[in-house]
């Protein structure tokens, strides 16, 4: 479904990412993983247009995808899920939802249909509609964040470190809304830390170094390797 072949991106004199190839099967979850400044997060800027590469080629169902202005990224139906979240303090919830419908032509009562399946995926959302979206918990705005991205309708979705500061429950919350998307036919990238996470969800996972794929496999093949288990498991 995406493609990512000797991708490069420079910002200025530094190279975040060094020729990395990553193929995205549909309907799977890719994680990667690296260490702080591996260039994971560049890598999903890249895909969604938000900084240009220098080298090599983006495919998204059989397209090129790389020459696409951000704004249009969209449309094709790819959706990221900032690290950090950034929902949209000062409005209720279900208002943040609608933000995320916002580049659909469609009727209202489609995506005011699109909403309740949204509230069924995320109970608390339901129950928090009418608030201020500022005043939900971390693991709350990181649900309101994937529901919003969800309300494009996206094939491909994005995820950068979802459970970033969460507690456990709330990151086996987040585990459990991946599983349930991705038996929904969601393709997911999924950059994280939290190599357990990663093991637990993913089809396939890709380990960068300053900007390098130096690992890939299936979790079970990774968590065997001596590389896997001395840097990330170690302890
Ligand atoms: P983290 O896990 O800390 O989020 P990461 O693997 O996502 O790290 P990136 O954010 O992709 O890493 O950063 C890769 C490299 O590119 C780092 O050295 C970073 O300082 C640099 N970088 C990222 N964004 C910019 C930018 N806008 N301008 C200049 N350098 C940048």
């Known amino acids: 479904m995406l493609s990512l ?3 490069s ?8 990412l060094r020729g990395v190839s990553v193929e995205v099967p549909q309907s799977r979850v890719v994680a990667l993983l690296g260490a702080n400044a591996a260039g994971k997060s560049t890598m999903l800027k890249a895909i969604s247009g938000l900084c240009r590469i220098s080298a090599g080629e983006i495919w998204f169902e059989g397209k090129r995808l790389d020459d696409t202005p951000c704004h249009e990224v969209v449309s094709k139906g790819i959706a990221q899920v900032p690290e950090g979240r950034r929902v949209f303090a000062d409005m209720s919830v279900r208002d943040n939802l609608l933000m995320g419908a916002f580049s659909r032509n469609e009727s209202e009562a489609t995506i005011v249909g699109d909403l309740d399946e949204i509230f069924d995926l995320f109970p608390i959302l339901k129950e928090r509609r009418n608030g201020q979206a500022g005043f939900l918990s971390g693991g709350e705005q990181e649900m309101l964040a994937i529901g919003r991205a969800l309300m494009a309708r996206p094939r491909l979705l994005l995820l950068d470190e979802p459970c970033q500061g969460l507690s456990p429950m709330m990151t086996a919350e987040v585990e459990r809304i991946i599983r ?17 996470l990663a093991l637990g969800v993913a089809d396939s996972i890709y380990i960068l170094e300053t900007g390098r794929v130096v690992m890939q496999g299936k979790p079970d093949e990774l968590s065997e390797s001596d590389y896997v288990q001395r840097v990330y498991l170690a302890g």
Request: proline share 0%; charged share 30%.
């Open 9 to 16: 991106v420079h910002y200025g004199q530094l190279q975040a």
């Open 5 to 7: 072949r000797d991708v």
């Open 180 to 196: 349930e998307m991705r038996a929904r036919d969601m393709t997911i990238v999924l950059v994280e830390h939290n190599i357990k």
